[in-house]
């Protein structure tokens, strides 16, 4: 007869470590919602299953997509109220969208702004240079 699998639990130090962040960062993700309240240990430190380590990781992926934590409880309480990913996907698809929206616009700016410095450059350039003159 076979044994189930270990579950493996990560105690929040350990998983701070592996994904560079502060304990601080991961407790606060539970105070506001972000993260589920964790198993504990006898001693009252919090460990993290398969799932727990699954959705930090997916919550630090949004933070450097640009995601906002308010995106983030928007999209997690959505999640919270309905069960179904088929709600909060096209939900996450309209974020992303706006994010890009923005990143498109920012990108417009500093191609503008790169050809004014370009042309401010030639035109100081094509200045007479006082020292080459008799």
Known sequence: MMNPPK?????????????GITTRTIRYYEEIGLMPSPERLGSGVRCYGKEGVLRLKF???????GITLAEMQELSD?????QAQTVVMPR???IL???IAKIDQKISRISLL???????RKKIAELP???NQP
Request: hydrophobic share 40%; proline share 2%; charged share 30%.
């Open 7 to 19: 579950l493996e639990m990560v105690q929040i130090g350990d998983l701070a470590k592996q994904l």
């Open 59 to 65: 919550i630090l992926k949004l933070k450097e997509l």
């Open 78 to 82: 959505l999640y919270r109220s309905t």
């Open 92 to 94: 996450l698809v309209e």
């Open 97 to 99: 969208d706006g994010h």
């Open 114 to 120: 790169r050809q004014e410095l370009a042309n401010y």
């Open 129 to 131: 240079n006082p020292k």
